[in-house]
Nanobody, 127 residues
Framework: QVQLVESGGGLVQAGGSLRLSCVAS????????MGWFRQAPGKEHEFVAA????????YYTYSVKGRFTISRDNAKNTVYLQMNSLKPEDTAVYYC????????????????????WGQGTQVTVSS
């Protein structure tokens, strides 16, 4: 069965960095966009970043632009989220997700466009 497994979360101080990884199995995502979302307590899923099927194009929510970098290694069926200059408001469970649409020509910010989701990894940023 299709699985996306996130790792790399943890507790860091404000200003620190984390690198999240998402390894997919059961399905090859090399022809599909991938995204990262996050959910803070009591909040809806928030779009964080997305990357095109070929890794050429990326898109970020404004609050993380310049601090986070999404990348992918299709040979490893893996997507990454490098998070620098972390802030307390970045605290959330981070989920990777796979778009359902073959080579979608844009990076969707809409959770319902993503059919495949990981279990999440907790990121906690202390002041």
């Amino acid at each position: 069965q299709v699985q996306l497994v996130e790792s790399g979360g943890g507790l860091v101080q404000a200003g620190g960095s984390l690198r999240l990884s998402c390894v997919a199995s059961g399905r090859t995502f090399s022809n599909y966009p991938m995204g990262w979302f996050r959910q803070a307590p009591g909040k809806e899923h928030e779009f964080v970043a997305a990357i095109s099927w070929n890794g050429i194009s990326t898109y970020y929510t404004y609050s993380v632009k310049g601090r986070f970098t999404i990348s992918r290694d299709n040979a490893k069926n893996t997507v990454y989220l490098q998070m620098n200059s972390l802030k307390p408001e970045d605290t959330a469970v981070y989920y990777c997700a796979g778009d359902r649409f073959y080579r979608r020509d844009y990076q969707s910010v809409t959770p319902s466009d993503y059919d495949y989701w990981g279990q999440g990894t907790q990121v906690t940023v202390s002041s």
